[in-house]
T-cell receptor, first 114, second 116 residues
Framework: DQQVKQNSPSLSVQEGRISILNCDYT??????FLWYKKYPAEGPTFLIS?????DKNEDGRFTVFLNKSAKHLSLHIVPSQPGDSAVYFC?????????????FGTGTRLKVLA | DTGVSQDPRHKITKRGQNVTFRCDPI?????LYWYRQTLGQGPEFLTY????????KSRLLSDRFSAERPKGSFSTLEIQRTEQGDSAMYLC??????????????FGEGSRLTVL
């Protein structure tokens, strides 16, 4: 039962353009969402988060949008840089259910072309 | 460096042997998590602690797996009678309750296990 899905395993974008990474979830109890970036042989690094009470959160080049009715969130990176090339994971938690575990998607490999 | 540290970074073992991984979280973080990641997959939740209490365990955590956090600081993850299917990256993360203002988990660099 994959509660958090990233249906695009890979994405290629030209440097300077926008990268849009998508994530869908099935559990309506999820109330907190995170995005992580992972380079090979390293642990995931936190990028940005969003609470279910918001529909947008912005931090520099990174913006996360949440559409609760569609159970969908997306990460926008503008402008994309070659150093952004990595695997991106979305994750969700449902603290109101009394649990603080995070469920991760399978990841999207982003390649930013110079 | 005051981040999450894991030891060892790499472990190669023969099937049937026991292995133990250690995680030192960021000090003052009271939540500690263990995840497992295999190739092409996202991190899969194994278990988490709040202080020394193990609050939740995944069904992935068979009876060959045991995790402890005896004094609410460092944690160990032991795998007994390893199988080839246990080969994976074992990730530890810590969090100060809700992760401060943003709810994030701070991950270590992981311990890669190869079972021959």
């Amino acid at each position: 039962d994959q509660q958090v899905k990233q249906n695009s395993p890979s994405l290629s974008v030209q440097e300077g353009r926008i990268s849009i990474l998508n994530c869908d979830y099935t559990n309506s109890m999820f109330d907190y969402f995170l995005w992580y970036k992972k380079y090979p042989a390293e642990g995931p690094t936190f990028l940005i988060s969003i609470s279910s009470i918001k529909d947008k959160n912005e931090d520099g080049r990174f913006t996360v949008f949440l559409n609760k009715s569609a159970k969908h969130l997306s990460l926008h990176i503008v402008p994309s840089q070659p150093g952004d090339s990595a695997v991106y994971f979305c994750a969700a938690s449902a603290s109101t259910s009394g649990t603080y575990k995070y469920i991760f998607g399978t990841g999207t490999r982003l390649k930013v072309l110079a | 460096d005051t981040g999450v540290s894991q030891d060892p970074r790499h472990k190669i073992t023969k099937r049937g042997q026991n292995v133990t991984f250690r995680c030192d979280p960021i000090s003052e973080h009271n939540r500690l998590y263990w995840y497992r990641q295999t190739l092409g997959q996202g991190p899969e939740f194994l278990t988490y602690f709040q202080n020394e209490a193990q609050l939740e365990k995944s069904r992935l955590l068979s009876d060959r797996f045991s995790a402890e956090r005896p004094k609410g600081s460092f944690s160990t993850l032991e795998i007994q009678r390893t199988e080839q299917g246990d080969s994976a990256m074992y990730l530890c993360a810590s969090s100060p309750r809700r992760g401060g203002s943003t709810g994030e988990l701070f991950f270590g660099e992981g311990s890669r296990l190869t079972v021959l």
